[in-house]
């Protein structure tokens, strides 16, 4: 029934909005996105139970991505949207403050989650490791390198295709997010 509905959509695509075709669009990008990094976790799952407290520091960790970039974007496509911010002219003191701002915003949040998390292990589990406060901070670091980046220039970019950057990188963001996400905290625990 699923795939009969998919065939009409995508054979009638020409009678749906623009605005609900990129929708629909990203959505499935982030359903797939989704799969992706649940399947890296699902396969490294082993590696990230080794630290204790790290089921604890997980969900915040993966929200906070898709969360900071999100809001980065929104600002991004809502200032392209106003005037304020030029597609052409990236090196602006608007641009570099909300691309500091994000980037301050995650690694400060970062710090929050590993001292939550070491504050759980010392006062519930009874385990002193200061591995804990580090790890999402570095893992922070990492994903914050390979995430502001693609979000800026996607929405840059999506702009200047005529596309409306609201629609589209809420879902992209979150799917990217939780990827960079695993990955870095995969490679801090690596590195540490």
Do not use: C
């Not at 710090?111 to 790890?135: D, E, P, R, T």
Request: glycine fraction near 8%.
């Amino acid at each position: 029934m699923l795939i009969i509905f998919a065939k009409y959509l995508w054979h009638n695509m020409h009678l749906i909005d623009k605005n609900f075709r990129e929708i629909l669009s990203t959505q499935l990008v982030s359903v797939a996105g989704g799969i992706i990094a649940g399947s890296v976790l699902a396969v490294y799952t082993e590696n990230l139970l080794l630290i204790p407290g790290m089921l604890i520091l997980l969900p915040g960790f993966l929200e906070m991505r898709g969360n900071i970039s999100g809001s980065m974007a929104s600002r991004l496509s809502s200032g392209l949207f106003l005037g304020v911010i030029h597609p052409n002219r990236i090196h602006t003191k608007l641009i570099r403050g909300n691309l500091l701002a994000s980037f301050a915003l995650a690694v400060v949040v970062s710090l929050m989650l590993g001292l939550i998390a070491f504050f759980f292990n010392y006062l519930v589990i009874g385990v002193y490791s200061m591995k804990i406060i580090f790890i999402p901070v570095v893992a922070g670091m990492i994903a914050n390198a390979i995430e502001i980046p693609l979000t800026f220039f996607v929405t840059l970019y999506l702009f200047r295709k005529g596309h409306d950057p609201n629609n589209i990188m809420g879902p992209f963001v979150t799917s990217t997010g939780d990827i960079t996400s695993i990955v870095s905290l995969l490679a801090a625990m690596v590195i540490l």
